[in-house]
């Protein structure tokens, strides 16, 4: 009997060996695209990291020495118009607030203004605390105008989706396309090795998803195509749509993986056994806890990135960024921003254990983002006058493009300042004039 138990014992390990060796030899071939992004990533950091510590400084260095004049000009004219942006703000809050005219809103700013200059400190105090009201009324009209807008951008987003919603869909493609749903990945590469046969159910796939909000077929079936495929039809949907199609898969993806994504990374990270609701009841565990699911990331990627816990040299400063990221999406509770994180940090840390190979298609997208917004970035960097400056001979050309910016800048400064002035001045007066009348 023991002789046997030995025997079970030695084999069960041994055939966890095994898929341990095959499963690892599966994840360096799925992380083979990845890695290879992973490396050009790691290159338009680099280009950063020298932008920063050696351009940008000596830059920094040269504009301050060269424009010194001009830029004390530029700020005393600034600091002017900020000045007049916030009697003007005082202004309005004050009409508002206590249901006044401008005009008289204005004097009562004016001698406010008078008064907190020759005043006494009790003079001061109470102003100050009338202008922090006043602030606060200031920022939560403009809080409040973004909600609008907001409110109004959603609004016709939605007016578009109905719209194309309401158009009515064929029963037999609907037909037709459950059956293909039912196919093997095997059996739809088949049906897919005709690129018109591909195109023609990837529309057909697209156009019926739009309408019922389910895209798990169409990114079944665009996975299983080959490259040249997906190129093809891409260049269809821009011809006939005018959209990119990379944009339209991005937002579709957002909607049908990322709370997938979160909940696979709940589930793998949570112990067994553990339960966050009441063990009476019987009914199922939502498919997306939230609320739940955030924490546990966030503990996660503290765990991972804080700098008390990772002190590695060479890593420091993509750990450091990808922290204040958390961070920030943290304060704003974005799951889904959290989740890609936490998808991104396991990348770059090279934890490919962590991940399992049905995510691979997620992650990569979300690093093939992460590429596409430092490329951008980098363009925009490129159009600044600092890309390159340590390896300038001539500052004649950079110097006469910056000196006609400046002087731009500046003439649309006295302009925003003379209108502001002028304005102020006939509330004044109207109100001074108001005020004789009675």
Request: charged share 35%; glycine share 2%; net charge negative.
């Amino acid at each position: 009997m023991v002789w046997c138990w030995r025997v079970l014992c030695y084999t069960r390990l041994q055939m966890q060996s095994l898929v341990l060796v095959d499963d690892m030899e599966i994840r360096k071939k799925a992380f083979s695209r990845i890695d290879r992004l992973l490396k050009k990533l790691q290159r338009m950091e680099a280009n950063l990291e020298s932008f920063f510590s050696r351009d940008k400084r000596l830059y920094t260095e040269w504009f301050e020495l060269t424009f010194r004049a001009r830029r004390e000009q530029l700020d005393l004219l600034r600091g002017e118009y900020r000045e007049l942006v916030e009697f003007h703000n005082w202004m309005h809050a004050l009409a508002e607030m206590e249901d006044l005219p401008l005009t008289e809103a204005a004097l009562r700013i004016r001698e406010e203004i008078r008064m907190y200059i020759t005043g006494s400190d009790d003079d001061r105090r109470n102003i100050d605390n009338m202008r922090s009201l006043r602030d606060d009324f200031v920022r939560a009209q403009l809080h409040e105008n973004q909600k609008t807008k907001d409110r109004r951008r959603a609004a016709r987003e939605e007016a578009e989706m109905n719209k194309a919603r309401s158009q009515t869909l064929d029963p037999s493609d609907i037909e037709e396309l459950e059956h293909f749903s039912s196919l093997s990945d095997a059996e739809i590469e088949e049906w897919c090795a005709d690129s018109d046969v591909a195109q023609m159910f990837l529309g057909k796939i697209l156009r019926v998803a739009s309408f019922t909000g389910d895209y798990h077929l169409f990114f079944r079936v665009w996975d299983l195509l080959h490259p040249k495929v997906q190129q093809q039809f891409a260049r269809d949907f821009q011809r006939k749509t005018g959209e990119s199609l990379e944009v339209v898969l991005a937002s579709m993806r957002e909607k049908v993986e990322i709370e997938d994504a979160a909940e696979e990374a709940f589930t793998r990270d949570t112990p067994a056994g553990e339960s966050s609701g009441d063990e009476d009841v019987q009914e199922p565990r939502p498919l997306t806890p939230k609320v739940e699911t955030f924490k546990l990331l966030y503990r996660q990627l503290a765990r991972k990135l804080h700098p008390d816990m990772n002190s590695t040299p060479d890593e420091a400063d993509w750990r450091k960024n990808m922290w204040l990221r958390v961070q920030a999406a943290y304060k704003e509770e974005n799951l889904k921003e959290m989740t890609k994180l936490y998808h991104l940090v396991l990348l770059r840390s090279r934890d490919w254990q962590a991940l399992r190979i049905s995510e691979l298609h997620i992650t990569h997208e979300w690093l093939s983002d992460e590429i596409s917004q430092t490329n951008d970035y980098l363009k925009d960097l490129r159009r600044q006058p600092a890309w390159g400056f340590s390896r300038r001979k001539n500052f004649a050309p950079i110097e006469k493009k910056i000196e006609r910016d400046l002087a731009r800048e500046r003439k649309v400064l006295e302009e925003q300042v003379t209108d502001l002035r002028i304005h102020h001045s006939f509330l004044e007066r109207m109100g001074r004039e108001s005020k004789r009348r009675r």
